[in-house]
């Protein structure tokens, strides 16, 4: 069962998610309360499931929003340097 716009639920909608041809990034922050100590991470997937690379760390002190946009720009460097742009799907 899954949730429409209105937030009701739609029996018989089914929602399927492929992988992207070109691959997956998951990346995420957290913070120890309001305002805090945080951290971040991430890992950037091929589209063969294999890991490119991964990255954590502590960010120091930042709320929420910050901590999670750090994170992103940790992971743009991340594929600019291993210039992402440039590999090919040899599976397409």
Do not use: Y
């Amino acid at each position: 069962m899954c949730l429409s716009s209105t937030g009701r639920a739609q029996p018989g909608l089914v929602v399927v998610w492929e992988l992207p041809v070109m691959g997956v990034l998951n990346v995420n922050g957290a913070v120890r309360g309001k305002q805090g100590l945080t951290g971040c991470g991430g890992v950037l997937w091929d589209w063969n499931n294999c890991i490119l690379d991964l990255f954590s760390g502590s960010i120091g002190i930042a709320d929420s929003n910050e901590t999670k946009l750090r994170a992103i720009c940790q992971v743009l460097g991340i594929l600019v340097e291993i210039d992402v742009g440039n590999h090919t799907n040899s599976n397409a």
